[in-house]
């Protein structure tokens, strides 16, 4: 359910038509094409969300869906 939910929000975020296209493996800027600004949006997004904080030392280690996902999970 968080992938799901994750999938959604990067593909809006992103513009991405299909959601499908985006898995655990995607990396945020190399395979999704997002920017530096892409991120902070992304990360804020994500926050609000999921009701989160992500702190700045362990934002930068949030290159993957997985990561984001996993993340997300040991926040709840």
């Known amino acids: 359910m968080v992938f799901e939910k ?3 929000l990067l593909a ?3 513009n991405i038509d299909d959601p499908n ?9 190399a395979d999704l094409h997002a920017d530096s600004l892409d991120v902070v ?6 926050e609000d969300e999921f009701g989160i904080s992500v702190p700045d030392e ?4 949030l290159v993957t869906v997985k990561a984001i996902v996993e993340f997300i999970e ?3």
């Not at 296209?21 to 800027?29: F, L, Q």
């Not at 949006?41 to 994500?46: D, G, K, R, T, V």
């Open 6 to 8: 994750v999938q959604k």
């Open 12 to 14: 809006e975020q992103l």
């Open 21 to 29: 296209t985006i898995t655990m493996e995607s990396n945020v800027i």
């Open 41 to 46: 949006e992304m990360l804020m997004s994500l």
């Open 58 to 61: 362990i934002a930068n280690e």
């Open 74 to 76: 040991s926040q709840k």
